[in-house]
């Protein structure tokens, strides 16, 4: 039997690895663990998989068969990642909920463009959500909103400037901080009004990555550095995410959650806070649905969750590029 060449035999190797990470990363396995930079480099290792899936279908052999047994085992995860547009039309009315991190309105001139705030109010105008959860959002940067006639902002720290924000169409009511300890983040809650039901309304801004230039895994000094922090952020993301689950818990009204997570769909974040909740995204929502703008690969860290007796009419992820992050809505109905 005629030896296969080393190039052949080193690309399935290659492969195999490619897709038991995959697996690992996915939860498709019983390992129980979670490793933090496997999670977030979970959508390259999807996009390595694809590549080696068209691979071997253009060369046409057999390993081509390895990513459909492990796409077949892991369909529900990726469906994290991509969604087809649903054809289902829904002929109820709803409210619109829009979830944005306007990262302070370029007040430190991140964007090139000019007049940053005014394009923001000027695309909230044009969208016509009925409630907008902002994040990061600088009290003295921003545009006036003058549609909006209930306009809540709680800073992260306390007398700070920067925090969440809540603008609505209908009214607000009870607002109140949610504070994470030894954080430069946090949260809010307010009840909503509509229609004469109540809901509890979140406005959540979880622990960021901070990830900087100075971060590589090309040194063993820095990598190490580099993997630590990311371990100590996805415990503080998962300590916060617990201590709001029991915040919620208390709460007899539906909810609808806007947050940036700032960890991506198959992180533990993401299933604690997700967990018997509906995510707008994977209900309604097409394609890729990448909302931090991260070269070469998509990342979708925002989200919008809500009450499991809440039904998420439509999804929608806006190509927009005022922040370093893109709005989403969903139109949520009772």
Same mark, same amino acid.
């Given at each position: ?114 007049? !940053?705030? /005014?394009?923001? $109010?000027?695309?909230? =105008?044009?969208?016509? &959500?009925?409630? @907008? +959860? ?106 916060? !995410?617990? /201590?709001?689950? $029991?915040?919620?818990? =208390?709460?007899?009204? &539906?909810?609808? @959650? +806007? ?76």
């Amino acid at each position: 039997m005629k030896k296969k060449p080393f190039f052949f035999r080193f690309a399935v190797l290659i492969n195999v690895l490619v897709l038991l990470l995959l697996l690992i990363a996915m939860n498709q396995l019983p390992l129980k663990l979670e490793v933090p930079l496997l999670t977030l480099g979970t959508p390259f290792l999807c996009l390595l998989s694809l590549f080696f899936f068209f691979f071997w279908l253009y060369r046409f052999q057999w390993p081509v068969l390895l990513f459909c047994i492990v796409f077949a085992l892991s369909l529900d995860s990726w469906q994290l990642l991509y969604q087809f547009k649903s054809n289902t039309i829904f002929t109820s009315q709803g409210i619109k909920v829009m979830s944005f991190n306007v990262r302070s309105f370029n007040r430190f001139d991140w964007l090139k463009e000019k007049d !940053i705030p /005014q394009s923001i $109010a000027e695309f909230i =105008e044009t969208s016509e &959500p009925d409630v @907008i +959860c902002f994040q990061e959002y600088a009290v003295n940067q921003a545009p006036k909103f003058n549609s909006y006639p209930y306009q809540i902002f709680l800073p992260y720290k306390s007398k700070g400037q920067i925090g969440n924000c809540i603008v609505s169409k209908f009214p607000l009511l009870h607002p109140k901080p949610i504070p994470f300890e030894g954080s430069s983040n946090g949260g809010m809650q307010s009840d909503l009004v509509w229609k004469n039901d109540t809901l509890r309304l979140y406005n959540i801004h979880f622990e960021s990555l901070q990830i900087n230039s100075k971060d590589t895994l090309f040194s063993t000094q820095h990598s190490k550095r580099f993997a630590n922090k990311i371990a100590t952020v996805f415990k503080r993301q998962i300590d916060q !995410i617990n /201590q709001f689950n $029991a915040l919620a818990s =208390e709460s007899t009204y &539906p909810e609808i @959650i +806007c947050t940036d997570l700032n960890n991506n769909a198959f992180s533990e974040s993401y299933q604690s806070v997700s967990k018997e909740r509906f995510d707008a995204f994977r209900e309604r929502g097409k394609g890729f649905g990448g909302t931090y703008l991260f070269p070469y690969f998509p990342l979708r860290i925002d989200y919008i969750l809500t009450d499991r007796k809440l039904k998420v009419i439509d999804f929608k992820t806006h190509e927009l590029q005022l922040s370093d992050h893109k709005p989403i809505s969903a139109i949520i109905g009772l």
